[in-house]
């Protein structure tokens, strides 16, 4: 196969991208398709057709823009213009767009007033906090290429990491970049990234793979799904680099099958680095070989958890198994291997392009660089922030979430999925990062954020998050597979009001020793909603409680 040339690749898209008098950046992640963005993408097109500009407007189907709450959404740029940034467009919307926007602003752009006034209702300041605030390292791209075109990737800087850094350095300069980076894991547990590839490195096999964790399943978080959907290439760069750093002979990624966008748009993406000779055999004639597939994972929450996923992969029941031995000694066919979450690998062609220490000059002092969140719930502006480790919570809601969308009281913030905790008000100034999160009851998790209000009761709160786990759980341990529905039957007893105060102190007790005794991460994590709702709102539960007289008249009558 002939050697690609990357620089030439890049000079020619780039040359391509300036030719155009207009670029119409038009968001085409998940949630703006099922808002109607191809009918906004076909009007858009018909508008140019119509005034003669189909050749000098480029549209750009992008991923996530992030303001998910506000799409469908079109970026217009214009050289020698501000951007424009429009939201909750639909046909109508983007042909009038067009007409009154592009077409005006390319013929005569010296006279150009400005976006109409009738469209001012329609349009959002990119200088509001919502963008302002953000520091952007895994979605920098994403909302900016085309995430099914391999040469706008490269145009953007793409594989430049891997040529230099995969290529020319050794393993064990890869891997000290990482570890002087501080890059965790992101996927819940924050294990540090360079510690597992070096361990991974050190075990001497004539087999070893790496492995993409893409099996996101917490409910209102979409981190994972987005950074696939929006820049798949960032993320076989990282799993190129990583797999050349522990030695790997091949490598899967592991996504769940409800993300079919996801899917294929990572598929796609596969296919054209082949083409371009960047995964198989001979990697860009330096004599490296490494390819990887996709499994597709049956939405089993538990196979969020690496040994469990492992056994998905191998076509086990997903089920987690005691450690050590750990994956990075015996994992896939009993083969050393490394498990690193999408958003993890998604942030290593930027740590070696820019060096470890620029990474760990963001954060804090045990939680370095940026982290993607999902910013959900009651919240003016909802949707894929990132942002650097260390801030404050309440500065995501109240700055680039623009505070509750009821206009009500903020009264917690719900972190990490259905194994975080609930964050009151009072405590919202604590700064995200693993630690603080920890100390509060809650934990980072893979990055979900979910605001609730004054009307949100927080037993309810509580019992929805545990039946979601108790649903999920693969009942290969007692204390998660019992613990974990006596608690939920002790919940709805407090929710029913049938409950005393002594039940109050089983589910505690039942809690910690669930917390304790559980196997995996899935059933030692489950009692935190129930735990933090106990610690900062046991007001709610005592309300709910009845005595051991009133329910013995209950039953007499």
Known sequence: MPKVD??????????????????????????????????????????????????EGQIVPTGCMGLCSHGPLIRAEVPGQQPVLYTEMDGMLARLMVAEHLEPAIRRPETFAGTPEFLKDHTLSLDTPFFTDQVKV??????????????????????????????????????????ESGLRGRGGGGFPTGKKWELTAQVQNEEKFIICNGDEGDPGAYMDRSILEGNPHAVIEGMLIAGFAIGATSGWFYVRAEYPLAVERLDKALKAARRYNLLGKDILGTGRDLDLEIRRGA????????????????????SPTPRPPYPSVKGLWGMPSCVNNVETLANVPTIMNRGGAWFASMGTETSKGTKVFALTGKVKHSGL???????????????????T?????????????????VIPEQEMDLPVCYDHLKKVGSIMGSGGMIVM????????????????TVDESCGKCAPC????????????????????EEDIEDLKRLAISMKKASLCGLGQTAPNPVLSTLNFFMDEYQARLTTKEALAEEEKA
């Not at 191809?38 to 003669?52: F, I, R």
């Not at 920098?140 to 995969?166: C, F, L, T």
Request: hydrophobic share 40%; glycine share 14%.
């Open 6 to 55: 990357l620089k030439e690749i890049r000079e020619k898209e780039l040359a391509k991208q300036k030719a155009f008098k207009a670029r119409l950046f038009v968001c085409a992640s998940t949630g703006c398709v099922a808002s109607g963005c191809k009918e906004v993408m076909a009007a858009v097109t018909e508008g140019l057709k119509s005034h003669g500009r189909a050749k």
């Open 138 to 179: 895994v979605l920098a791209n994403s909302g900016h290429i085309v995430p099914e075109s391999i040469d706008d990737y490269i145009a953007a800087g793409g594989y430049a990491a891997w040529q230099r850094g995969g290529t020319s350095r050794p393993p064990q300069d890869v891997i000290r970049e990482i570890t």
């Open 299 to 318: 939405g089993a929450f538990v196979c969020g958890e690496e040994t469990a996923l492992i056994a998905s992969i191998e076509g086990k029941r997903g």
């Open 385 to 403: 922030i990132e942002v650097p480790m260390g801030i404050s919570l309440k500065r995501i809601v109240d700055s680039i979430g623009g505070g």
């Open 405 to 421: 969308s009821t206009g009500k009281r903020i009264k917690a913030v719900q972190t990490g999925g259905p194994s975080g905790g």
């Open 453 to 468: 209000d004054e009307d949100d009761d927080m037993v309810d709160i509580a019992k929805f998050y545990l039946g979601f």
């Open 481 to 500: 597979r019992i613990g974990g529905k006596q608690l939920l039957l002790l919940l709805e007893k407090i929710a029913d009001g049938k409950a005393v």
